[in-house]
């Protein structure tokens, strides 16, 4: 079982940058990491991924190069950094937990089997 809970969304301007937190009890240190995002009207979208030992990462084109995921196992917490924030990152943030093996299903929304509640960032222009 795992328990995840974002914070560290809020308002900012475009070419703003936020950090967001994930705070994990459970099995996070055997599962891989994943944060998405979903804006009103849309369907939940990968945003980006890392691996069990935060080795290998993984981002969906829209955020690369500007967001970055980490990891600190030791402390159960999965970070994602955003840079450079454009009013099309508007969304609802979640972080998720992955329990298979890093693979390609790391994009997918139902390789996920646990979910925090998702916290807002609003980008103005």
């Known amino acids: 079982q795992v328990q995840l809970v974002e914070s560290g969304g809020g308002l900012v301007q475009a070419g703003g940058s936020l950090r967001l937190s994930c705070a994990a009890s459970g099995r996070m240190f055997t599962s891989v990491m994943g944060w998405f995002r979903q804006a009103p009207g849309k369907e939940r979208e990968f945003v980006a991924a890392?691996?069990?030992?935060?080795?290998?990462?993984y981002y969906a084109d829209s955020v690369k190069g500007r967001f970055t995921i980490s990891r600190d196992n030791a402390k159960n917490m999965v970070f994602l950094q955003m840079n450079s924030l454009k009013p099309e990152d508007t969304a609802v943030y979640y972080c998720?937990?992955?329990?298979?093996?890093?693979?390609?299903?790391?994009?997918?929304?139902?390789?996920?089997?646990?979910w925090g509640q998702g916290t807002q960032v609003t980008v103005s222009s």
């Open positions: 890392i691996s069990r030992s935060g080795i290998s990462t």
């Open positions: 998720a937990a992955n329990l298979a093996p890093w693979s390609t299903t790391v994009t997918l929304v139902y390789g996920y089997a646990y």
